[in-house]
């Protein structure tokens, strides 16, 4: 699950289906105190959502007999869904470590906002690592991302190499890590 966005279903706010319905995360989820502030208030929307099914179940019921009565069989088939979608996103804040602050003073990791410096072009830019369960906003990088475990335990003045997707790679020069202001 690496954010929260936009579910073509629903719109805005609502988590999409691959990030809730991944399978079920093998270690336990790190997040920032706005991550899990987000997940929570997702996780109250869906209960909410699913307390209308009672009343859908029971206007479908009166279409006629169950086995032919596709209207029940789709309203049965998305309360499972999100019963589904629930449960693994309680799981995933039943498990989760929520970080205030960088273990380390200076040291970057999530939650910390990390200005670098391209060594090949010059350019400084500022990154906030982020657990891999939260909405990535612009400039925010996952903390399992290539640059965010290049950027993870590192201190202003270390160089780092970044070896992208792509198969090419970019040396980074840590400038600044500071706690965020966001979370």
């Not at 991944?22 to 270690?27: E, F, L």
């Not at 470590?97 to 410096?117: F, K, L, M, Y």
């Not at 990154?127 to 991302?145: F, P, Q």
């Amino acid at each position: 699950m690496q954010s929260l966005g936009t579910d073509i279903a629903h719109g805005q706010g609502w988590p999409s289906a691959s990030s809730v319905d991944s399978p079920a995360p093998r270690a336990p989820a790190v997040l920032t105190r706005e991550g899990e502030r987000a997940l929570r208030a997702t996780l109250q929307r869906l209960r909410h959502q699913l307390s209308g099914f009672a009343a859908r179940l029971s206007q479908a019921r009166t279409f006629g007999e169950i086995a032919g009565n596709d209207d029940y069989l789709q309203t049965l088939e998305e309360e499972a869904v999100l019963r589904s979608r629930i449960v693994r996103l309680e799981g995933l804040l039943d498990s989760a470590t929520v970080v205030a602050d960088s273990p380390r003073a200076g040291a970057a990791a999530i939650g910390t906002t990390v200005q670098v410096e391209d060594l090949a072009s010059g350019a400084v830019q500022e990154h906030r690592l982020m657990g891999d369960y939260e909405e990535l906003r612009a400039d925010d990088v996952s903390a399992s991302s290539p640059v965010g475990r290049a950027l993870t335990m590192r201190s202003p003045g270390d160089k780092v190499e970044v070896e992208l997707p792509n198969g090419r790679s970019r040396s980074l020069r840590i400038l600044a890590v500071e706690p965020s202001g966001r979370g």
